[in-house]
DNA sequence: CGCCAGTTTGACTAGTATCAAGGTTAGTGG
DNA sequence: CCACTAACCTTGATACTAGTCAAACTGGCG
C-alpha cells in the first residue's frame, strides 16, 4: 500500500512566491520592524499556529507539513473549518478585521515561512505588488472553499468523494503527487470538516473502496480513478 | 404581520463606499474607458447579472434589490450559493481568475451599481487605496460565506436558525431594519442554499415558530428573540 | 510486548428526503 | 376592482440515510 507523504514545497510552487519575491528574506525572527519573510521556521505535531480573536501579526506560508484550522462555536463545540498543505496560505482572513479568524494546529511536524503584517498596511506605495499578489492568493483560498459550502446538500459518501478530489487537486497544484498519498489528518478531523460522525466517515470509505473507486488503508490512500470521484459528486 | 421591504441602501453604508469615492462617478454607462462608477442601474427581478464562466467585466455593488448567486454543478445540477442584499458585493470571486465564477439572478426589481474591472489592474499606482479597499470588502464576503461551511454539521432546524440570524446581521449592518423584514427569496433558494428538501425548509420555519422563536407567514419574519437564534446554533 | 488512540463494524434510533395532496399568495387580464 | 390562474407554500404518510451507542479490531509508540 502507498505510503507517500507530503513533504516540502518548493518555493515557486507556493502561493506566496510572488508576495515573497517582493522582500528580503531574512534568516533571523527579528523581521517585525524591516517587513521581512522569515523563512522555514519548524513546527511540531499539534503546536498551535495562531488562535481565533488574538491579534493578526503574521500571515504564514506552508513550506512543510499539514495544518487544519478550528472555531469554536458559541455553545463551545469545536469545528474543523478547513486544511492547510505546503505551499498555502495560512491566517488571511485576519487581515480584514485585524484578528485571526481561525485557530490553527499543526498535523504533523513542518515549516512555516512568517510575513510580517506591517507589510499590508497601504500606506507604503511601494507594496503595491504585494497587495496584488494577496488578492490573488486569497483567491484561491476562496475557491477552495467553496466546496465547502456545497457539503450541507451531498450524501456522506459524496462528501468524503468530494473531500478526496479536493486534496488530490490541491496536492496536484503544488506539485505532489496527486493519486496516492497519506492523508495527514484523522477520521475524526474529517467528520469535523464534512459535518459527519466518525463512524460514517469510515463507512463511507469502505463504501468507496467497494466500489473500486479508491484503495483505502487507514490513513494511505489510491485513487484509481479521480475523474470517478468527481463525476459521483 | 410585518411586511417592511428592503429598499435602497444610503451610499455610507455600502461595503464598496470606500472604494466609491476613490473614483469620479459619472451618470451615463460610458464608463468603461474612464474606469469610473456606473451608479444605480436598473434591473428587473429574474435579470442574470453575469454568468459563470463569463469574462470578469465589472464589480457590482447592490444599491437596492436582492440577488441569488447559482453555481452549476458537473451533474448538470443548479445549486444556490448565497445571497446579496443592498450595500453588499457581487462578482468579487472574479478579480483572480478573471472570470466570474458564479450566475447571478435578480429576486427582484432593484438597482446595481457597476465598476469596471480596468480600475483593479495592479498597473496603476494611483489606485492602491482601491485595492486596499477591496480586499477589506472581499474579507466581508468570506466572513458572510464562512456560516455556509459550518451548515453540514446542524440539522434542518439549526440551519434554518443559523440563516435568519444571517440575513439579519447582514441587514442590520447595512442599516435596515433587522428583526422584521421579508425575505426576497422563496423557500426552494433557501432550501438549496442549505442544502434541505422544501418541505423540511417549510417545516422548520413552523417549529421555529412553534417554540415562539419566530413570527412566519409566508415570506414575512418577525425575530422574536434574536439572540436565542444564535444560541440554538 | 502491551497499551492506547484511532479505526472499523454492528444494531438500533432519530431525522430528513420523497411522494402525494391540499391550501395560500401574488400576479394577470378582464 | 375582482376573478382567475399559476406559482408558491404547507401538511401528511412512508422509506431511507445518517447519528448514536456499543464493542471489537488495528497500528503506532513507549
Same mark, same amino acid.
Given at each position: 500500500?502507498?505510503?507517500?507523504t507530503t ?36 513546527v511540531n505535531k499539534g503546536d498551535v499556529v ?8 503574521? %500571515?504564514? @506560508?506552508v =513550506?512543510a507539513g499539514a495544518f487544519k484550522s478550528l472555531?469554536? &462555536?458559541?455553545?463551545?463545540?469545536? +469545528?474543523v473549518?478547513g486544511f492547510y498543505f505546503a505551499?498555502e496560505?495560512i ?12 485557530t490553527v494546529v499543526a498535523l504533523q511536524d513542518g515549516q512555516l ?36 459550502? %456545497?457539503? @450541507?446538500? =451531498? ?8 473531500? &478526496?478530489?479536493?486534496v488530490?487537486? +490541491? ?11 497519506r492523508l495527514p489528518m484523522s477520521r475524526e478531523d474529517i467528520?469535523g470538516y ?25 490513513r ?14
Amino acid at each position: 500500500m502507498a505510503t507517500k507523504t507530503t513533504t516540502s514545497v518548493l518555493c515557486p510552487q507556493c502561493e506566496l512566491n510572488d508576495v515573497c519575491q517582493q522582500y528580503g528574506v531574512v534568516d533571523t525572527a527579528d523581521s517585525e520592524v524591516l517587513g521581512e519573510v522569515t523563512p522555514q521556521q519548524s513546527v511540531n505535531k499539534g503546536d498551535v499556529v495562531c488562535r481565533a480573536g488574538d491579534r493578526f501579526d503574521y %500571515l504564514y @506560508a506552508v =513550506h512543510a507539513g499539514a495544518f487544519k484550522s478550528l472555531v469554536t &462555536l458559541p455553545g463551545g463545540e469545536e +469545528r474543523v473549518t478547513g486544511f492547510y498543505f505546503a505551499g498555502e496560505i495560512i491566517g488571511s482572513e485576519g487581515m480584514s478585521t485585524g484578528k485571526y479568524g481561525r485557530t490553527v494546529v499543526a498535523l504533523q511536524d513542518g515549516q512555516l515561512c512568517y510575513l510580517p503584517e506591517v507589510s499590508f498596511s497601504p500606506e507604503d506605495a511601494s507594496r503595491k505588488m504585494i497587495r496584488q499578489g494577496l488578492l490573488v492568493a486569497m483567491s484561491h483560498q476562496v475557491k477552495n472553499e467553496q466546496w465547502t459550502g %456545497l457539503m @450541507a446538500a =451531498h450524501r456522506a459518501e459524496q462528501r468524503v468523494a468530494i473531500f &478526496l478530489y479536493m486534496v488530490s487537486k +490541491r496536492l496536484e497544484f503544488h506539485g505532489f503527487p496527486s493519486t496516492e498519498f497519506r492523508l495527514p489528518m484523522s477520521r475524526e478531523d474529517i467528520a469535523g470538516y464534512l459535518g459527519l460522525a466518525v463512524e460514517t466517515v469510515s463507512r463511507s470509505f469502505q463504501k468507496l473502496k467497494g466500489a473500486g473507486m479508491i484503495q483505502v488503508s487507514g490513513r494511505n490512500v489510491v485513487l484509481e480513478n479521480r475523474d470517478a470521484l468527481q463525476d459521483f459528486v
